[in-house]
Each structure stands twice: as C-alpha cells, then as structure tokens.
C-alpha cells in the first residue's frame, strides 16, 4: 500500500480532541479521576439530575486559551456554547455542550516536519480553523459477562470532562503528514502543560477525514472520517488503508459515498460504520444555562505572556545558547519531561554538552530496558548533574557511574552515598595503583618491548590492564601519568 | 398551502425519539398547521440586524475555581436508575445504526 | 372546610405571642390539605412526618430564643418542580416515577435555612407547559372559588392551596405567566422576580432562558418576606444575578405620591380582553390614581408578538432540557424493549404527556436544519425589539399595570381540545418573560363573580416597586382578604 494516491492527490484534515488538565470537570465541581470504578467521580451535574446546571471552570478556559495562543490562533473575545442535540446512553443531558457559531478562537497553524527540495529538513505549515471547547461524554462499557449479551453498561466518570477540539484545514497531504502532524499537536500541548496528551489513556483522540481527487484539481473529492483513532500506528495504517480503499472505488469508476469508518488493525482494513444522512441534525442553539463567555483582552494578553516555551523554541535555545547540535537538541525536547530534566541538570552541571551526552545515552537507555517515562522516575536532575560531576572530579570513574544509572533512574537515590556504599570511588593511592601498573607491565614484557620500538598506542591496551585490574575503579588520569613515568624510564 | 407534512412529524418525532400512534401523527399535523400558521406572524416583522437575545439579563461570565467537590456516593448516583449493575447503569444494546457525535 | 390559615405576618405575631405553636400551625396545614385533596387536589405529596418534626425543632428554637428569621416555623408548599434532599420530584409526570432527589434546590435551601416548614408539593401541569392544571398525571387541581373551573396554571396546585387557606404561601415557577395568571384566577398574590434573581438551580428545567421561581402569598407583604428568603446570588447558576437581593420589606411604604404607572395602549383595549375584567382593572387603576400615582400611556408595539415569539423559544429550548428524560439514569422506563432505540421512543412516549409531547415535537420542529433561523433565530430577534419597547417603556415610567390574564377562570376542559386559544391566555404574562423583568399579579376586584387580577410590571432588578404598589392597594382595598366560600 501506498501512503500517497498515486494517481490521485490526496487530501486530509484532522479533529483532534484533547482533555484539558484540570482537576475538576468543565462544567461540573465533579472531581476527574482516571481509571476509577464506574460512576466513583460524578456529581448530580454530571448524572443531568433534573435541575442541575452547568457552571464554567476557569482554569479549563485558562487552558484553552493557552493552547489556541500556542497554535497561533486567533482567541475571541466573546464565545457561545452552545448545545449539540442526540441521543446517546453516554451523554446524559441528551446534548453536548460544546461551542459552534462562535468558538474560541479561529485560524492558526502548526508547522510540521518536512523534506523540502533536495532532501533538506524543512517545514510544513498546516493551518487550522478552529479551536473549541467541549465536554466529553462517558463511556459506554459492552461486557456481556457483567451486563449480558443484549445490554451495555454506562459509565458517567469521563462525561464532562474538559476538552478543545482543534479542526484543521484540509492541508495534510499523507498518512505520514498526519501522524506528524498529531505529533506536533501533542508536544504543544504538553509543553504547555495543557494536556497530557496521552493516547493510550484517550487524553489525545482523533478522527481523520481522508478524501481524494485528481491531481491538479481544486475541488474536493467526498470524504470519509476515521473515527476515534487511539494510536500513532492504527492513524498511519489506518489512513493508507482508506486511501487504497477510495483509490480502488475510484479506479474502478465508482463513487466514494460520505461516511464515518472504523479501522480494525486486526485485518488492516476500514469498514463502514454508517453511512453520514440527513438524519444527522444536531440543533445546535446557544445554551440558555451558560451566557457569552466574555475575555477582556488584557486577560487573553496576560495568558499569552505566560504561554511556556514550546519544542522548537527550546530546542533553537540549546544549540544557539549551549552549542548543540541539532539532532541532540531535537531529542533532548522530545518531550517536556526530557527537555526540563536536560535543562536543570545542565544548569546545575554546568556543561550542557557532557550532560547531554549522558542523558541521550545512559539515561535514555535505561528508560527504555525499564520500560518506563522520565516522568514516573525518581530520579531528579541535581543526582544527575552531581554523579557527572563526580566523574569530572575524578571521584569516582566513568564506568562505575554508567553502572548506576539504572539504579537512580529505577528508583532514585543520592550518588555520592551509593558510591561509597558499592565501593565504586575511583583508586587514586599512588601506591595501589603503582603496584597494579608494576603487575601489569611484568606480566606484557611484549608489549612493553613494542612500546619502545615506537609503537606509542600499547599505552591504551596496558591502561585497560590496569583498569581491569583495579575493577574499574582506578582514577584513569593517575594510571596514565604512572604508566608514562615508568614507560619512560 | 400545507406547511409541514406527515413525513415531516415523523421526521421530527425520531429526531425527538418519540413514536406516534396514527391517530397522534395525524392530530400533530393539524395542530403544527395550525400554530406554525399563527407564528408566521413573526415573519412580518423586519429584524434585519437585529440581535438576537438568548438570555434576557446580561451578566459578566460567571465562572468557578476548578476545585473538585467530593464526588457522589456511587450507590446514590444509581439509586434512582431502573436498572444498574454494580455501580453503572444498564441499558439496552444499540441493535440499529445509532447517531453518535 | 375549616377555619383557613392567615397569613405569615399574623402567625408570626401569634407564634411570638405564643398563642400557637409552630407544631398547631403545621398540623392544620396538613389536616387541611388532606381534607382538601377530593375536591380540590391541590398537593400531589405531604411530607407529614418530616413537616411536623421540622415544626417541632422551630418549636425548640423559639424556646432558645435562637429565631432563625421572620419565616422560622412557618409552612409553606413548594410546587412539584423543585427538589428536595430525600423527597421526590415528579414535575406531574409519568417520566419522573419515582425519582428521589440526592439534592436540594439554592430556593428550597433557602426556606431551610429561615426555618419555613415545607409541608408537601403541589400539582401543577406537566413539567410546567400548561395554563390550567389539567395536563397533570395525578388528575387536574380545581379552583377553589369554583370547583368546576381551572385554578390556571401552571402552578395552579400553589395558588388554589394558598387560595384556600390551606397554606400561607408557596413557591411556583413562571417561565410565561405560570405564578401570575393562576394567582389571577384564585385571588392571591403571584411575584415573579427578575430573571436571575431567585437561583434556577434544583429547578426542573423548562425553558431555561425563561424560568423563574417565585411566590404566592396572600398579601404583598408576605410575598415580600417568601422572595426574601429564596432570592440572592447563587454560584451554581449562571444566570444569577451577582448582586444580593434588596430587603424588599423596607420598600413597603404605602406610599404612591409622585409615582408614575404607565399603560400599554395595546393592552387597554377592548379587543381580546372580557368587559368584565377590563372594567375592574380600569377602577384599580383609578384606584392607585386616587391614592397618588400619576397614570400615563405607554406602548409596546411588539407585545402582540410576544405569544409567537414566547412558544417559538420556550419550546426549542424545552425539547433540548427534556431530553435527558431517557429512562436510563432515572425515572420511568418501559418494559422490554429490544434495542437501545426502542426503550427511548418507548419510553418517553409512554412517559411524556401529549402537551409535553406537542412541545417537543415543536420545539425539536424550530431547531432543526432548515428552519432554525426561520423560527429560533427569528424569534430571538423579535425578543430584542420586544426587550426594547419595555427599556424605552421604563424611560418614562416606574411600573406598568396590565390586566393579568384577559378572562376569569376558564371552565375544566373549556381549552385542553384547542391548544393554541390556551396559548393565548397568557397573552398579557409572556412578554415580562421575554423582558426577564419582574411582575407581580395582585386581587384587584371581582367579574362574574370570580376574582381579577392586576398586572404591575417593574424594570430589571426592581421587584420593590411592583410589591410597593401592591401593598399600597391593598392598604386602600380589601378584594385580598376575600375568601372563597366554604373557607372562613
Ligand atoms: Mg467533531
Ligand atoms: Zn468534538
């Protein structure tokens, strides 16, 4: 399968719904608490009592802002919610309240990662339309061991829950494009701290209209929309698998009809959900309970003051300011978690480079033998910074360091008290050290003899003697200045 | 000239999730006949640029602290449910194709 | 009948006195509307137990001299549209079966925390659509003045038991006439204040934009004393007014000199509007004249849209606030249905009333694709311009008086086979709806032997005027103290 139409062009355009990081809901005082029992984290808002009505969190809208500002959008001053009419066992108003004539905030874009002419990196600017702000609906939970084979089990935890729909242009042109596309979504999102934007938990969904047309034309072909795609993967595949689909109706002379799809990775292949008809009539109306939400400009302006560094800015930071390279910058803001645990433990160390090099390959690998996120690690930035020092210090060697990584990492610690505990502190006693250097040279008469017909580099291999004999913990610099002096006699 | 149809009702009462018995269906077309007959009378009015009003009073956006409440006892989040296992409500399963937002 | 009750300023004196107790009161309150029930079927429930306990501890706090407000260990009803923590709520519908309310509406909070007694909930039609009290699932209330006629409606179960004596007072909603036209046709007084001043929350929803609690009382005073209980700033309710409510008491000064009551030319003519009931409300308009007020004509050249405009938006917004009645978070639900589709259009068609069903079906007709801006959008407009004749009303006046309704208790069944002539009488009551401003309906006489009432409307946020010449009038007439027969 092809990422791209072949004959056809190829056009997409995302909705990517986002939970808000608040600790309550956006229009209930109900607590948010992930992976709870059914119906442990609703109050009478959420349950649509009779009587109940919506009031708005403020930090939700905060939220929102910040992360319409960070796609450089522009946010209204006035918005309407307004209410989304249909029936469904996990909406429990029988309505929405989501936002329609008048959302937050319109325009905008996000730029992702390209090859430009020649292969060079280059950017792509996807525009968006909009950005708005819904709640989410519950869950509707099919187990046919609790509830039997013809009911289903509602649960109303995740209903209210605060989001922001981002609706793009039509200005994605691959599967690739929109995988990537999703990414730079998400790390705005989490260096804003706006979300956590994890897919696995569904913080991050996303449906994927996919249509195509001729080259060279400017309509649009009728499109279809993914739904509720949960994974980078299944995005990508699910997306070539659509495309394959509407190219074959296409080649073969048919027509693509209009309608919502599911992809199952199971067998690749897109399937119809139902075909989109007139039925479709939402009603939407300005919700009677929630009056214009109004923004004086200054409120938006202090937002957008606040707004944090994003990826990007960061990454152009660490190698303007610190000298790096590009790749290595663009992998130590990878995510906010590596960016900021990067960026205090080189404050504290004080030569970003080195801290660098320790992060991108010990700790990075350690993260992944463990299978864990920097953000679930004990280990603090300071640990870090001081073991590299420890090293430069001399105090304790390279070696027995990279061995404790894992450990900090796995679960935390002070270095300094763990390498006095292992016994890791670098040899420095001239006369262990002169002892081991004089054992080693007894034991390669021939490599001492080559080092004197002129062959200087024997010096590295009677050095790993040395080391491998003091279990790696000699101070490398004493070993060297002992091994030239009695070389050189 | 008739302004709405039987379809029409129809269509309306499934958006509504409400069945009509034929006698209802029938009674509803004359009654929407009739009172959509006396709300044409808006129709005479000039409102171009008129703002609407959706709330009659205007007030500042009132908004609240995100601070959690304690949450519901889960028993009495179902209490008043006709059917619920452990702590989620039961319903029927979707046998038809049903509109999701 | 028995003796009827009098009225909260005279239980206070005679709890503060001690000549009764708060336990008497509440027990006579419930004697009276189980005895009531046959002929007038004012209450669809008593809480007996609960009221007499409540009486009780009010007894005990006056004992302590620890008198919570004016209110402490006085009765009320509340209409069966607002909840309560432990007590059911069923707005006179099938729907609602059983429903039990984990909650307390901030209005019915407010008489707890005064110390009023809630001794039960009043009928009222379904889900408050209705001008009658016929569209209720017990069976329809009946006016106590002539038991073959409406008590109008909706809250017509609050007006006929304060009419009848049997309670002192009692809360309803009016999202377009519903405390104002039954307390027109019973002969007590109905405020409905400015919309956001009594909290909506805990109120069972019909048409959001519209609804508002209010009173009924048997004089202006006592209307006064209930509004101050129940009205402020509510944080759960977004379209509370933020500012705390004005001690409405104070304002009562029985004085009208330099007052200025305008007339809507639209509503001083005799189309539309019985001889008898326009003859009564020109001599109380006299009346205030008499007593200081200066009278002017006003117009409100829209107001003969506001029925239009009011079932164009009042039923949109009702068939979007009643679709959580889906049988599957509570209430009713029906038996057997296969299938998720099923069990909703069963359900709610078993549920629902066939006025409640009629407003659905119009209200999902005006939001739907096609004719959202022919009929919504359209009539939201309308809403300015009505909102407008009012501001530009109020530049010149400081209350206008209307007729409450153009007609004297209608007869039961008189309406229920012509929707639309029911629309029509609340011709005078929906546009201070639309406005979301306050108005009152007092007793100002007597057609056909059933009692009138007069209309005073105030501008946003000034409920004081419309209750200050309340009380004025009845200061200078007696048609409040009158008492249907059978009732001493
Ligand atoms: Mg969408
Ligand atoms: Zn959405």
Redesign the pocket.
């Known amino acids: 399968m092809s990422a791209s139409g072949g004959e056809f062009e190829v056009v997409i355009g995302l909705?990517v719904h986002a939970h808000l990081r608040t600790k309550s809901k956006l229009f209930s005082p109900a607590p948010i608490l992930y992976g709870a029992e059914p119906n442990h984290s609703v109050h009478p808002v959420c349950l649509a009592l009779p009587g109940v009505l919506p009031v708005l969190n403020e930090h939700a809208v905060e939220l929102a802002i910040r992360a319409a500002l960070a796609m450089n959008c522009e946010v209204h001053q006035r918005s309407i919610f307004a209410r989304k009419n249909y029936f469904y066992p996990d909406l429990p108003k029988g309505y929405q309240i989501s936002q329609y004539e008048e959302p937050l905030a319109t325009g905008g874009w996000v730029d992702i990662p390209t090859q430009g002419a020649g292969g060079a990196a280059s950017k792509k600017r996807v525009r968006l339309t909009r950005i708005h702000m819904e709640e989410d609906a519950g869950k509707s939970i099919h187990d046919d061991a609790i509830a039997g084979a013809d009911a289903t089990l509602v649960d109303l935890n995740r209903a209210g829950v605060p989001l922001i729909?981002i609706?793009s242009e039509p200005d994605i042109r691959s599967a690739e494009e929109a995988t990537d596309y999703l990414r730079a979504i998400r790390s705005i999102l989490r260096f804003t701290d706006v979300s956590d934007a994890d897919m696995e938990k569904g913080h991050l969904r996303c449906?994927v209209n996919v249509s195509l047309r001729p080259h060279g034309s400017d309509e649009y072909g009728t499109r279809t929309e993914l739904k509720n795609l949960n994974s980078f993967r299944f995005i990508e595949d699910a997306v070539r698998a659509e495309i394959e689909r509407q190219s074959e109706t296409l080649r073969a002379g048919g027509a693509v009809r209009q309608c919502t799809l599911a992809y199952d990775p199971q067998s690749g292949r897109t399937s119809v959900l139902r075909i989109k008809e007139d039925a479709d009539d939402y009603r939407y109306f300005p919700d009677p309970d929630l009056i214009p939400m109004l923004l004086a400009p200054e409120q938006i302006e202090r937002v957008r003051s606040e707004v944090p560094e994003l990826a990007e800015q960061r990454a152009e930071r660490f190698q303007h300011e610190w000298g790096l390279s590009e790749q290595d910058a663009i992998q130590l803001t990878a995510s906010p978690a590596i960016a900021n645990f990067f960026q205090a433990a080189a404050d504290r160390h004080g030569a970003p480079q080195t801290v660098a090099n320790w992060i991108l390959r010990d700790v990075m690998q350690a993260l992944k033998e463990l299978e864990m996120a920097l953000d679930d690690s004990p280990f603090s930035p300071e640990a870090l910074a001081q073991l590299i020092s420890m090293v430069d210090e001399g105090k304790t060697t390279v070696k027995s360091a990279r061995g404790l990584i894992a450990e900090l990492v796995e679960s935390g610690g002070d270095p300094e008290s763990l390498i006095a505990e292992r016994g890791l502190a670098a040899v420095s006693d001239a006369g262990v050290l002169e002892r081991a250097v004089a054992e080693v040279l007894a034991e390669n008469p021939e490599n001492v003899e080559l080092f004197h017909s002129g062959e200087k580099k024997v010096v590295n291999f009677l050095m790993g003697q040395v080391m491998r004999k003091t279990q790696g913990k000699a101070d490398p610099a004493a070993v060297r200045e002992i091994l030239a002096r009695e070389l050189g006699k | 000239m008739a302004r709405i149809s039987r379809a029409e009702v129809e269509r309306v009462a499934s958006l509504a999730r409400l069945s009509l018995s034929d006698e209802e269906g029938d009674r509803l077309v004359r009654e929407f006949e009739s009172f959509l007959g006396y709300i044409d009378t808006l129709q005479e009015i000039d409102t171009a640029g008129v703002v609407p009003t959706a709330h009659p009073i205007s007030l500042p956006t009132p908004t609240r602290p995100d601070e959690p409440e304690v949450a519901m006892d889960p028993d009495s989040a179902v209490a008043n449910a006709p059917e619920a296992v452990a702590s989620a409500f039961l319903v029927p399963k979707v046998i038809d194709t049903e509109a999701e937002? | 009948m028995a003796e009827g009750i009098g009225t909260l300023r005279e239980l206070r004196a005679a709890l503060d006195s001690r000549k009764t107790s708060s336990v008497e009161i509440v027990g006579g309150c419930l004697r009276r509307a189980e005895a009531s029930q046959q002929s007038l079927r004012a209450f669809v429930g008593l809480r007996a137990e609960a009221a007499l306990r409540e009486a009780e501890a009010s007894d005990a706090r006056r004992e302590r001299g620890e008198v919570r407000s004016p209110l402490d260990g006085l009765p009320i009803a509340i209409k069966d549209n607002m909840v309560q923590t432990g007590e059911p709520t069923h707005c006179a519908s099938r729907i609602l079966e059983g429903f039990v309310s984990p909650y307390t509406a901030t209005a019915v909070a407010g008489l707890e925390r005064a110390g009023v007694v809630v001794i039960g909930r009043t009928n009222m039609d379904e889900f408050a659509m209705g001008s009658s009290t016929e569209h209720s699932v017990e069976g329809p209330t009946r006016n106590p003045w002539d038991l073959d006629r409406t008590p109008g409606g909706s809250s017509g179960g609050s007006a006929a038991a304060v009419a009848a004596r049997i309670v002192p007072a009692a809360l309803g909603s009016d999202t377009g006439g519903s405390i104002r036209q039954p307390a027109s046709f019973c002969g007590v007084v109905g405020m409905k204040p400015t919309y956001g001043r009594v909290s909506r929350w805990g109120l069972v929803a019909f048409a959001s934009s519209l609804d508002q609690i209010g009173a009924f009382a048997l004089t202006a005073a006592d209307c006064a004393w209930v509004l101050e209980a129940i009205a402020g700033h509510d944080a759960r309710d977004s379209t509370s007014i933020p500012e705390p409510a004005p001690a409405y008491s104070a304002a009562l000064s029985g004085d009208l000199s330099g007052l200025r009551l305008g007339l809507p030319k639209e509503y001083f003519v005799s189309e539309g509007v019985d001889a008898g009931v326009l003859a009564v409300v020109r001599e109380a308009v006299a009346g205030l004249e008499r007593a200081g007020a200066k009278t002017l004509e006003v117009s409100l050249p829209y107001a003969r849209y506001a029925i239009a405009t009011y079932y164009s938006i009042a039923n949109a917004e009702a068939s979007s606030n009643l679709a959580r009645f889906d049988g599957v978070r509570y209430g009713h639900r029906t038996a057997g249905a296969k299938g998720l589709t099923e069990m909703y259009c069963r359900t709610r068609s078993e549920g629902f009333g066939a006025e409640v069903k009629r407003r659905i079906l119009l209200g999902t007709y005006f939001l739907s694709a096609g004719y959202y801006d022919a009929y919504y959008r359209k009539a939201q407009q309308v809403r300015t311009l009505l909102r407008g004749d009012f501001e530009q009303a109020f530049a010149g006046c400081d209350a206008i008086v209307t007729p409450t309704s153009p007609e004297v208790a209608f007869r039961l069944g008189e309406k229920t086979s012509d929707p639309l002539t029911m629309y029509l009488s609340d011709i005078y009551t929906v546009s201070a709806n639309l406005a979301g401003i306050p108005a009152l309906s007092t007793p100002c006489g007597f057609a056909h032997g059933l009692p009138v009432g007069l209309q005073i409307l105030g501008p946003a946020l000034d409920e004081a005027t419309p209750l200050r010449i309340a009380d004025a009038f009845q200061r200078i007439t007696d048609h409040h103290t009158a008492c249907p027969g059978g009732v001493s």
């Open positions: 909705e729909e609706v449906d | 937002g």
